[in-house]
């Protein structure tokens, strides 16, 4: 594909988004901005910033959006680091945040919205089970598929953990957070002109990325 595709990845928290935008991010050599995991980054080290994100992160909170715009602007800006096509996964999490995003992106389309559709009770099961990469968040395991060797990501050596905002309190938060603030930018892409689809995220990854392949070959052609 000569064009380089520019895309959201809506979803669930659990849908699967970090673990099928790292594959298409390979897929069409574009890259993958996950604000999740630059802020655990942030919080790994120590940060000022990354301290001050993981309260609200901890809790099942939404970062504040001028953290978060603080954040992506530099990386969306044209000319930026993503202006060879990207894939963004975890952002927009709210209106305010995709109106920001226009404003950011000064008339470059997105090529399309993707709305990754897994059950409430599926992803509160997979979310409960999963255990990723301190090193690197987009390494992901689940207790059912775990690294080689017992804790250690197969990936990069990394320590493999259970996150700690997926333990039941935050995860019922961040679902409901997921529903009244996230569920409403599909409406407003959709009223705004943009290609917005939806893919079954249920199955194995790989039945699911060519379902996800075949969507965006569409709505780039
Ligand atoms: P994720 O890895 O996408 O599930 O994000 C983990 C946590 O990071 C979320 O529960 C929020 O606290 C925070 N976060 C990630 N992306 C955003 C965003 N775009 N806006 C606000 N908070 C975010």
Sequence with gaps: ??????????????AGKGTQAKSLARHYEI??????DLFRAQAAAGTAFGLEAKRY???????????VMGVVEECLAPGGPLSGGFILDGFPRNKAQAVELERVLDGTPLHA??????PRE??????????????NGAHIYSVAKPPKELW????CGGAVVQRDDDNPDAINKRLDTYERDTRPIREFYKESGHTVVT???????????ERLTSAINS???
Aim: aromatic share 2%; glycine share 8%.
């Design 122 to 135: 599926v992803v509160v099961e997979r979310l409960s089970e999963r255990r990723v990469c301190v090193k």
């Design 199 to 209: 893919v079954d995220g249920v199955g194995e990854n790989d039945a699911v990325f």
């Design 1 to 14: 594909m000569k064009t380089k595709p520019r895309l959201v990845l809506l979803g669930k928290q659990g």
């Design 31 to 36: 890259a993958h901005l996950s604000t999740g």
């Design 219 to 221: 709505a780039v052609s």
């Design 57 to 67: 992160m901890d809790d099942g909170e939404l970062v504040p959006d001028t953290i």
């Design 152 to 155: 250690v990501c197969d990936e």
């Design 113 to 118: 919205i993707i709305h990754l559709d897994v």
